[in-house]
């Protein structure tokens, strides 16, 4: 490192990272401004509570990226042997964020620091300084041992791209170590996937070391959340803006529920931001929540089921699902061949569809789940199995539907047939959400699985494809289908399924035993 020659009062201030932070760099900011850094009320916040590893929950235009990304550079620049490293979802985020968040801030220091502290690599996506640290932007990263990680937009990249979400969490957050510093960041994308894992582990770690009184491990994430009303540039003019009947509800409810109060100001932006002429509209409480629960509540983008889930939620039909004993279950499953095994249980109460239960294993046989089912305190009508229950079971070469109708009653199993265009399924469970009420406690599992089922990311054409994706949320999300093709058709291909046809065929004054299976023998 080259001799300093820096004035002796800038010597003294350059060893506090605060200041340096807030004096050293330029960034250009949203209105394409060339500004120097100065940290937000927000994010002097985060800088004051973040901890060693953080799991960052937040709404959109705080500048945290911004913030984290000059705290690994300034990491690198004022100290030896440092490994940093910040994982983007995409090739051009990649770009973009070593170009505005770390080439400019550093290119922009004053001379005398640069000179100081040289770089001696420098290329599309790293620089690698005198001092022999080095920071890169990139997809992911194995190599190394990292002190600095930054991952930005965890929550997409979990829902856009998977095989990268399965890169991150077995490739590079292993390469962090105790005291390494850790920001997981992102902008919710649904109720599952990594990120919300990671918030939830966060959320109840740091709440019982709260209780508790002692600090978290440094191996464990603290949790933080910075609301869109956390930002006091969230506020516009109220005149002339109408605030609708809807949200009047929704403000009084983060009052009274949440303790949220808002200023007129801040509901005028809200209603501009969500209800305006380029309003956000459903996607608000995603890319602004009020609250984390809420952040979670909003569809994956590409979800199959987003919209319907969304019209599940906001008409509180998850909640506490009672078994009712003097009415049959019904079982539609989705066989573990190479995944888990899923099985929803069912009951019907006139126009309703009670989702009251659901089981999901794998590396477990299909005697085991029968097993599982039999040992339920219900008493079962009927259980409807996918196609593939035809299969051979590879050690005994028993097909998987015998064995079913020895455990369960050759009268009560029925092989659902299958269908050559899976939009024909996911359409058939689609028509059935209006009926449907979900256990909150007993299917949580499913009700993740069918908030993550989405469509298979196509990055070259820019856009989703028509089928969905192939991983843990499509075990649960099939077995919902079952649970369609059975209810919405009364046969499939000339075959007669066990339900008299759609329900929107019956009329009002219906007999409420047309709305159960008749247990047809096998297909």
């Given at each position: ?133 080095w920071i890169r932007v990139a997809l992911s990263m194995r190599s190394g041992t990292l002190k ?376």
């Amino acid at each position: 490192m080259a001799k300093s020659t820096l004035p002796p009062e800038l010597i003294e201030n350059l060893k506090d990272s605060y200041w340096r932070l807030n004096n050293l760099y330029w960034i250009i900011n949203e209105r394409s401004e060339r500004v120097k850094f100065k940290m937000r009320p927000a994010q002097v916040e985060f800088f004051n509570e973040m901890w060693y590893w953080n799991e960052l929950l937040k709404s959109r235009q705080h500048g945290f990226s911004t913030e984290i990304d000059i705290i690994g550079l300034d990491l690198c620049l004022f100290n030896d042997n440092i490994e940093a490293g910040i994982i983007a979802h995409t090739k051009e985020a990649v770009q973009n964020i070593f170009a505005t968040k770390v080439k400019y801030p550093y290119d922009n220091l004053p001379e005398a620091i640069r000179r100081r502290i040289p770089t001696i690599k420098s290329n599309a996506n790293e620089f690698r300084f005198a001092n022999n640290s080095w920071i890169r932007v990139a997809l992911s990263m194995r190599s190394g041992t990292l002190k600095f990680l930054h991952i930005s937009e965890r929550g997409k990249i979990c829902a856009k791209y998977p095989q990268k979400a399965i890169e991150i969490k077995t490739g590079t957050i292993p390469t962090l170590h105790e005291g390494s510093y850790f920001f997981d960041e992102s902008t919710a994308e649904g109720g599952a996937g990594d990120f919300y894992d990671g918030c939830a582990q966060a959320q109840s770690d740091t709440a019982k070391a709260k209780a508790a009184n002692v600090a978290l491990n440094k191996m464990q994430c603290k949790f933080h959340f910075f609301a869109w009303h956390d930002d006091a540039k969230n506020a516009t003019n109220p005149t002339g803006i109408d605030i609708s009947d809807e949200l009047k509800r929704y403000f009084a409810e983060l009052a009274g529920t949440h303790a949220i109060e808002l200023s007129e100001e801040q509901r005028a932006w809200y209603a501009l931001k969500r209800d305006g002429a380029q309003g956000l509209g459903k996607l608000m409480k995603r890319e602004h929540p009020s609250y984390p629960a809420e952040a979670f509540e909003q569809a994956v983008e590409g979800a199959v089921f987003g919209e319907e889930l969304e019209m599940v939620r906001s008409e509180g039909r998850i909640g506490f699902q009672p078994y009712t004993e003097s009415i049959p279950v019904y079982t539609f499953w989705d066989l573990g061949i190479g995944h888990p095994t899923a099985i929803i249980f069912v009951q019907f109460v006139k126009r309703e569809i009670r989702v009251i239960d659901y089981h999901e294993e794998s590396n477990r046989g299909i005697v085991y789940h029968c097993k599982v089912v039999r040992d339920k305190p219900y008493v079962y009508g009927h259980h409807y199995f996918p196609h593939d229950s035809a299969k051979r079971n590879a050690v005994t070469a028993t097909p998987l539907i015998d064995t079913v109708e020895e455990l369960l009653g050759v009268d009560k199993v029925t092989k659902v047939p299958r269908v050559e265009d899976k939009a024909d399924s996911i359409q058939a469970a689609r028509d059935i959400f209006l009926q449907c009420q979900f256990d909150a406690k007993k299917t949580t599992r499913l009700i993740k699985c069918l908030s993550f089922y989405r469509f298979e990311w196509n990055d070259d054409q820019k856009r989703f494809n028509d089928k969905p994706e192939d991983d843990w949320s499509c075990d649960g999300a099939d077995a919902f289908q079952c649970l369609g093709l059975v209810y919405g058709y009364g046969e499939i291909d000339g075959q007669v399924l066990g339900f008299k046809g759609p329900i929107k065929k019956h009329d009002d004054d219906y007999c409420e035993d047309e709305y159960q299976p008749m247990g047809l023998s096998n297909l």
